[in-house]
């Protein structure tokens, strides 16, 4: 097929060392995908181009033929600006073109329960649709779940490598909280904030989904080797690097959009001024997913970037589960949030839960002596037949205690209500 | 004067127990102002309609003159409904009109510096104005600076009494910082905060203004009586609530609209869930003042009201005096807030600063043993002459190091840079 368009009349250019015909896999739209998930770095855009104008296998054929010129390329594809870059582009990528074989890589995958996946299939996360032209061809999935439906509701918790004590914690609670509210956590698999995240989700029983930066095949980090088998054994482990891949800083940078895409929000657990992480914030507000970051102490480096993701994005300041989980249902419309008045101490002070003349006469009341209630009246400035229907009510709620008779309506001083439902 | 509207065909109603001729000080604006913000508490909204409805002065006639049902009530005023709370809020005054006398007490204040301040006074903050009907009479003012300018720019730091090390050790980096840079601190007086807020404020010489729930003559809590008296000598002690006035709950909950109203900004340093600092921060909100708050730990119940802010009221996330100044500039619109690009570490990482297809190729070099460029090439996904490209810029910057000869560009390995200028 790489023959294809040797009629053209512009003359057919062809770069000295690649080899047709093309194999016949490459006529297979499944393993041409998985063919330019080796062939192209993420974020190359001519290679993005060059499959939407003609489809993954055209646009492979072009690769395998190292034709620039015939009529196949389309529209915009044609215009000499396009073609010099198509040329610098091939250029690149030729490197890569000996021994391309994905049939092989995927076989070899199988034996450790992976395959590939892409649009179309069942188990294609369909928010990844969202990233466009950066929409990766297909993802090497690794793993025992359906990845599309086990991130249908997810949160990604992100985080330094370099992390404290402090958010390591955080990370577990916030992923023990969700994972038992049936989310999955979704991570990078790395030291730090994304160990503590998958760690806390499987401790529970619940799903975590780690997405690698290299072949789904390798551990990285080496030290992660027992963590990324067990999840990629019980949930799912996904890349769009094929296997082999080695994990490099270009990988990881845009390996982040892909959290960011794949998940329902985005939370920012630890992060310092400089982080990785905030690279997956950023994607995460471009691609409008719900933002997440949890604040620290404004005395710790490790928590700088999650306050910069505060202020410079505008994202959510989340404490706890709970409040994750409001960013995910105002993300699926399921439940509108609601700022929700919750007790947090059970203890009640004396005058909580007052308002309006309760509380001015609850604070006129003197705490030890009893007073009159036309000297209470005047501490209050309210009319004294207010003051009376107020202690009528105060008297009833524990608040005022009647303590000794005069001529006009008792004497009165401060009560002590007893522990009782939260207030409001 | 309090027999004016004697001549009206309604029928004069007169409550008994209140003794007409009103004093001579009862004619002078000044006065007037000063006798109402001893006999309605603040919130008190018959006396504000009253007063707008009518002015101070023939406001106050009513009260001691004691006709409800006189031609001097215009508008609205005259309505039945309005003719019954007027009569129900003249019943609640009257318990405070006897000894009303606002010119002895500005007297007795003047001995301690103080004055009464009135709107259209210099002295008068202009920002109070933005309260409406809620606007408090007068003000109470004691010490050597003119309260209006002092507040033209200005930040209230507020929090809880019930403060934490980390609390109190931010609300002295914060006061500090903006006291240095010549803008005024705002607070309560109180424990906590409020009183780490002052004292940094003084320490550094800059500008503090204490807004207190009582008299400006008295010490509330006692234990800050040196640093109210401090205050008031330096600076200035200010109140809505005449010399004598006890400080009570509803009191604070009013005063905190004032620190809100008086401010250019306003920051929530430290606070519980439920905490007083939150009052002011709703009020900050319903005002559209420039709110901030400082993050704390998740795990701290200390911070959790700051937290609260942050969510529920979409406060700025503030870390440390410049930021607040950010938002203070913002107000004044003196400076356009810009998210500022700040290396807050000295240590340069190996790639930082590279993007592009230099992040790539130095991603791609072996950290040891030099690699030839095609092998570069082929790890990075670049063409060779790119590669070749790129080399060039990072041996100049260091990140890349020639180690040896091959036939076709040399063989390449990391590069250490050294501590360089921030990047970007």
Redesign the interface.
């Known amino acids: 097929m790489s023959a294809r368009g040797g009629d053209g009349g512009a003359g057919q250019q062809r770069l000295p060392g690649v080899s047709p015909p093309a194999p016949a896999w490459a006529g297979e739209e499944r393993w041409a995908r998985a063919a330019w998930s080796r062939?192209?770095?993420p974020g190359?855009a001519v290679a993005a181009a060059l499959r939407e104008a003609l489809g993954p296998v055209a646009a492979l054929d072009v690769v395998l033929g190292g034709a620039v010129d015939g009529p196949q390329l389309p529209g915009e594809a044609g215009t000499p600006r396009a073609r010099a870059a198509l040329r610098?582009a091939l250029?690149?990528?030729?490197?890569?073109v000996e021994g391309l074989d994905p049939r092989r890589d995927a076989d070899a995958l199988a034996r450790l329960g992976g395959r590939v996946v892409v649009p179309g299939d069942e188990e294609w996360p369909r928010r990844l649709d969202d990233l466009g032209d950066a929409c990766p061809p297909c993802l090497w999935v690794r793993g025992a779940g359906a990845l599309g439906p086990l991130v249908e509701r997810s949160v990604a918790l992100v985080g330094s490598r370099a992390s404290s004590a402090?958010g390591e914690?955080?990370a577990a609670e916030l992923a023990a909280g969700l994972a038992e509210r049936g989310v999955a956590v979704v991570s990078g698999g790395a030291f730090g904030i994304d160990a503590a995240a998958h760690r806390a989700a499987l401790a529970v029983g619940g799903v975590t989904v780690a997405v690698l930066a290299c072949g789904v095949d390798r551990a990285y980090p080496v030290a992660h080797e027992a963590l990324l088998s067990r999840i990629a054994a019980e949930h799912v482990v996904v890349a769009e690097q094929p296997p082999g891949a080695?994990p490099?800083?270009?990988?990881f940078l845009e390996r982040n959009r892909l959290i960011a895409a794949a998940s329902s929000a985005v939370v920012v657990v630890e992060a310092?001024?400089?982080s990785g992480a905030l690279s997956t914030a950023t994607r995460a507000a471009a691609l409008l997913r719900p933002l997440g970051a949890?604040?620290?102490?404004?005395?710790s480096?490790t928590?700088?970037g999650?306050?910069r993701v505060?202020?410079?994005l505008q994202a959510?300041?989340?404490?706890?589960a709970s409040?994750v989980l409001e960013l995910v249902d105002a993300a699926s419309g399921s439940v509108v949030p609601v700022?929700v008045e919750?007790a947090?101490?059970g203890r009640r002070r004396p005058?909580?839960g007052l308002e309006g003349d309760d509380?001015?006469v609850?604070?006129?009341l003197p705490v030890r002596r009893g007073a009159p209630v036309?000297s209470v009246?005047?501490?209050?400035?309210?009319?004294?037949?207010?003051v009376l229907a107020c202690l009528g009510r105060l008297s009833l709620s524990g608040h005022a205690e009647e303590v000794g008779a005069d001529e006009r309506g008792g004497l009165w001083r401060r009560g002590a209500p007893g522990p009782s439902a939260p207030a409001r």
Do not use: I
């Open positions: 062939l192209a770095e190359d610098a250029e690149r990528w030729r490197p890569r402090y914690h955080v080695a490099t800083r270009w990988r310092a001024w400089r949890v604040p620290g102490p404004v005395t480096s928590s700088a999650c306050h505060l202020r410079e959510t300041c989340v404490t706890d409040e700022p919750r947090r101490s005058l909580e509380l001015r609850a604070d006129a036309a009246a005047r501490a209050a400035g309210l009319a004294e037949r207010t």
